[in-house]
């Protein structure tokens, strides 16, 4: 989404927006279970970066409304500085 680069889905990070009162809030799906429209995305901070750059998360998703990406943008911080593979799934290649 970011770079839009393709990649096989095991390396990707799915992204969904969960809707509260206010707007909607961008929410990691390392395992792709959370219900609704979800978006593939390179778990690379300068990915994340370009995708808030040209607001792809709003079209990718199909909402409109302001997005919160602060806790999407935290774990994608967090997941590529604390572990080996950034999905926290670990890699499938052998």
């Not at 809707?19 to 279970?33: E, F, K, N, T, V």
């Not at 750059?53 to 967090?78: K, S």
């Not at 926290?88 to 290649?93: E, F, K, Q, T």
């Amino acid at each position: 989404m970011g770079c839009r680069q393709r990649a096989p889905a095991g390396e990707l990070l799915r992204i969904v927006a969960i809707g509260d009162g206010a707007g909607h809030s961008l929410r990691a799906d390392p395992a792709r279970r959370l219900p609704g429209r979800g978006a593939n995305l390179h778990p690379d901070p300068a990915c994340f970066a370009q995708a808030v750059r040209r607001r792809a998360f709003g079209r990718a998703l199909r909402v409109t409304g302001v997005l919160d990406h602060g806790a999407l943008a935290e774990h994608i911080d967090a997941s590529t500085t604390t572990s080996g593979h950034p999905t926290g799934r670990g890699s499938l290649a052998r």
